[in-house]
Nanobody, 122 residues
Framework: QVQLVESGGGLVQAGGSLRLSCAAS????????MGWYRQAPGKQRELVAA???????NYADSVKGRFTISRDNAKNTVYLQMNSLKPEDTAVYYC????????????????WGQGTQVTVSS
């Protein structure tokens, strides 16, 4: 069994910063890609940023230059540093672990965290 536990959300004024963390624990052999998605009210869930085990990254155009994703492979933890926050960044942010190889079965799975609210006031 694998759990993803997120932390770091909250309320911040526009222009401020927040740092999200997501720690994966359980029967983990490896994780191919870890990412952050977000979902605002009435909108579809969208990719914010992703980082592969190699260290390569992808960002949504709307956050490039403001957000930075990083990961600690030894701790199975991914971080999202969010700077220059805007009201349109307000959403529930979800952590995702893709291509997670279970250490017992050897099978691959995708897991999601429970979500953390980020609210940016104008």
């Amino acid at each position: 069994q694998v759990q993803l536990v997120e932390s770091g959300g909250g309320l911040v004024q526009a222009g401020g910063s927040l740092r999200l963390s997501c720690a994966a624990s359980g029967s983990i052999f490896s994780i191919n890609v870890m990412g952050w998605y977000r979902q605002a009210p009435g909108k579809q869930r969208e990719l914010v940023a992703a980082i592969f085990s190699s260290g390569s990254t992808n960002y949504a155009d709307s956050v490039k230059g403001r957000f930075t994703i990083s990961r600690d492979n030894a701790k199975n933890t991914v971080y999202l540093q969010m700077n220059s926050l805007k009201p349109e960044d307000t959403a529930v942010y979800y952590c995702n672990a893709g291509g997670l190889r279970d250490s017992w079965s050897g099978r691959f799975y995708d897991y999601w965290g429970q979500g953390t609210q980020v609210t940016v006031s104008s």
